[in-house]
């Protein structure tokens, strides 16, 4: 996998609240220290634009962490379903990420060698 294929780029959306500490600068604040986070910027005061590396983090392990830290994300019904859609993909990206495609191919460019049997001994074997 290519090294620029690692990396994602998320909104996340927060909860209209009025409190500044809930809002999108106080969580670009906390996320921009955390490991494998390349850039976190407010996209407005309810949502966060963030780019991240799949080598360490996932969209759901930072959906947990906004919430562990007590944001709370927007959960309506298109979001949800479009943060399950980011789970299932990233998933599927993150378990494929350290396999070497050339052994599979080298497998494959020498035919295996299938021992083959007589129509006529099958039926002998057969009775």
Request: glycine share 2%; aromatic share 10%; proline share 4%.
């Amino acid at each position: 996998m290519d090294e620029t294929e690692c990396y994602r780029c998320r909104l996340f959306y927060l909860k209209h609240s009025s409190d500044p500490t809930k809002q999108a600068d106080a969580a670009c604040e906390v996320l921009a220290g955390t490991k494998g986070v390349i850039l976190a910027a407010p996209a407005s005061e309810n949502s966060i634009h963030l780019i991240y590396s799949l080598n360490h983090l996932s969209f759901e392990l930072l959906t947990d962490l906004l919430t562990e830290l007590s944001f709370e994300l927007d959960d309506s019904i298109l979001l949800s379903l479009r943060k399950t859609i980011f789970q299932y993909l990233e998933d599927n990206a993150r378990d494929n990420m350290h396999i070497d495609v050339t052994e599979f191919q080298e497998h494959c460019e020498t035919p295996p060698n299938i021992p083959h049997q007589d129509a006529d001994r099958y039926w002998e074997d057969y009775h």
